[in-house]
């Protein structure tokens, strides 16, 4: 049989309530001039609370604007095309990285116009007015209100008519960038015409009292928003900010602003950008009494709420302060590491959830602690078999040098040469834990490589590093482990050898303008045609697997460059059939090479 359950928040409730309107009935006629303050503290309270809801759905839409606008200033692609003199080759890729940041925005709709120009030949434009316009060209910018000698801090200072804009609203608010390129001097600007409804939509649940009105102030300057629109307000903001008025209403966000407006009282809340604020006239606060009637059914109640008070923190104790205790003594005996579940604190009732909780907490815990103990026993065991295989490197590079040795003793230099370049490339193979390396060091795993394949093929072949623009590009610059030897490998197999004779590779290290490092890898080979170079370096599909141009990895090579460094590195292939091939690796500069540069 199901057990009656008896809600302890009921009983609180019902005997507060209880409390509450005896107390509401013995304070009334007794407080009306603290309740006429109260009135007029929650007037202005509710409406700072307004205030700050409207700023806040405010500020995140002004805060995308400004980051759309930046993110213009910033973006390479943008900036390409902004400051490149073969602006027409760019005509796509800036039209596709445009529109694809315009889409993603929140404020999208809100978003007339989205323009990033040079003034002169480069012209872009996205938003809801472009088909609602008139053409837009570089001739007629400087007709765009706030366009003409604007700066970053004009953003957000007026309101103005679009007269492009032939359709639909044309209220909009500028949001400016300037942008420059330092090295030609040459600037550009990034212009966004906000539509007055992202103002108004934001605010369109605000509760507004009857005698009240809603501003949205810009720099300075008031705008009435009435009827679902922004218009510019011809009053007077005295005091902004009065702190006697803050002083007064005891707002609770020191971020909010008191001051008059036509000799009325107003609040005011920032949005976080400088200059831009969510504002609303306070109405006035109305309190009507009758406290000399009430003066003696309020003395009655007093005393009432004496007796029944002390009835109440009889039955609270009864009800709360003994399980309260009860729960606190089986968390002090947790807290001494006693974890053993007391069903004693299993109540039916609410705090008996909370005995519940805690019991199974304490289930939980000492679960915990057992798979703790298992994990340990586990990782001891783990850490045992890692040392046991490393029993198995070690016996390898202890047979190579027992190899090398005889070599040695019996006079075969070659052999003890090969086997010690393999016995290096072992080890770096198994211990390099570093995904990426100095450039030295690829050299010296690269040179390892080759030592053997040099006696393979009799000394046919020859390898040198013929041109190193600077040595610290050796030590500084970074590169993946095992990029080179694929693709010296790919020379030697794919390149000379088909050609039947003696064959050269050449390696030659600099920089380009840009200070990117290119490794330049030539050989005289029998070379490829351009469409063998240019599926190279393509993901092969199952039928090229077997292509002989293709099983050395160069697309593997050339896919880790890029998840390294990014899309603009890689591998770069010249190559002309029977003349040789000649594979360019691009590296980032480090931040010393950067340095070097400026």
């Known amino acids: 049989m199901h057990k009656l359950r008896h809600s302890i928040q009921a009983r609180v409730i019902l005997l507060v ?31 700072e609370y307004n205030l700050q809801i409207a700023a806040g759905r405010l500020r995140q839409d002004v805060e995308e604007i400004d980051s759309l606008a930046d993110w ?31 889409s993603s925005q929140h404020t999208a709709r809100y978003i007339r116009r989205f323009i990033i120009t040079n003034c002169e030949t480069g012209l872009m434009q996205q938003g809801t007015a472009v088909s609602q316009s008139m053409a837009l060209s570089v001739e007629n910018l400087n007709e765009l209100p706030g366009f003409e000698d604007a700066q970053d801090s004009d953003s957000w200072t007026i309101l103005a008519e679009d007269p492009l804009i032939t359709v639909g609203s044309a209220s909009v608010i500028p949001v400016i960038r300037n942008t420059k390129n330092f090295t030609t001097n040459q600037t550009a600007r990034v212009y966004i015409a906000v539509s007055s409804a992202l103002i108004t939509d934001a605010v369109q649940d605000y509760t507004l009292p009857e005698d009240a009105a809603l501003y949205f102030i810009m720099d300075g300057r008031p705008y009435r928003i009435d009827g679902g629109a922004m218009i510019s307000a011809d009053v007077e903001l005295t005091d902004f900010p009065d702190a006697a008025l803050e002083k007064q209403y005891d707002l609770l966000d020191n971020r909010t602003v008191a001051f008059q407006v036509n000799g009325e009282n107003a609040l005011a809340y920032p949005l976080g950008s400088s200059g831009l604020y969510v504002a609303q006239t306070l109405p006035k606060a109305m309190v009507t009494s009758q406290l000399p009637a009430m003066m003696l059914p309020l003395t009655a109640a007093f005393c009432m709420i004496l007796l029944l008070g002390l009835l109440l923190g009889l039955l609270l104790r009864q009800m709360i302060s003994v399980p309260v205790q009860a729960l606190q003594d089986q968390l002090r ?38 798979h703790r103990l298992e994990d340990e026993r586990q990782k001891k065991d783990l850490e045992y078999r890692m040392l046991q295989n490393q029993i198995n490197p070690h016996f390898i590079y202890n047979t190579l040098n027992s190899i090398k040795w005889m070599a040695t003793i019996q006079h075969a230099p070659g052999i003890a040469e090969m086997t010690m370049a393999l016995s290096r490339l072992l080890k770096s193979v ?32 020859t390898m040198d590093v013929t041109y190193i623009e600077d040595e610290r590009l050796c030590r500084d610059c970074m590169i993946p482990r095992f990029t080179l030897q694929p693709l010296v490998e790919n020379a030697i197999f794919h390149g000379i050898e088909p050609k039947g004779c003696a064959g050269n590779i050449e390696i030659l290290v600099l920089r380009d303008a840009t200070g990117d490092v290119l490794i330049d890898l030539k050989d005289d080979g029998v070379g490829m045609s351009p469409e063998q170079a240019a599926k190279a370096l393509s993901e092969p599909g199952p039928e090229e697997a077997s292509a002989k141009f293709r099983h050395v ?37 480090t931040e010393s090479q950067k340095g070097g540069n400026s």
Request: charged share 15%.
């Open 333 to 370: 005996r947790i807290g001494q590491g006693d974890f053993t579940p007391n069903p004693a604190i299993e109540w039916d009732n609410e705090m008996g959830d909370i005995g519940r909780g805690i019991n199974g907490l304490s289930r939980s815990v000492t679960g915990l602690m057992e």
């Open 17 to 47: 309530m209880a409390f509450t309107a005896l107390i509401a009935l013995a304070v009334c006629g007794a407080s009306v001039a603290a309740l006429y303050k109260s009135t007029v503290r929650s007037t202005a309270q509710s409406a």
């Open 430 to 461: 198994s211990k390099g834990n570093e995904r990426l390396v100095p450039l030295q060091e690829e050299f010296a795993l690269l040179n390892d490589y080759f030592t053997i394949q040099q006696y393979r093929y009799g000394g046919t072949i």
């Open 553 to 589: 990895g160069m697309w593997n090579v050339h896919r880790r460059l890029q998840y390294s460094f990014g899309e603009g590195y890689g591998l770069s292939i010249r190559s002309e059939p029977g003349k040789g091939t000649v594979v360019t690796v691009r590296l980032p500069p």
């Open 72 to 102: 213009a200033t910033v973006n390479s692609t943008v900036r390409n095309y902004l400051f490149s003199s073969y602006q027409r080759t760019q005509i796509l890729d800036i039209y596709n990285t445009i529109l694809s940041k315009y």
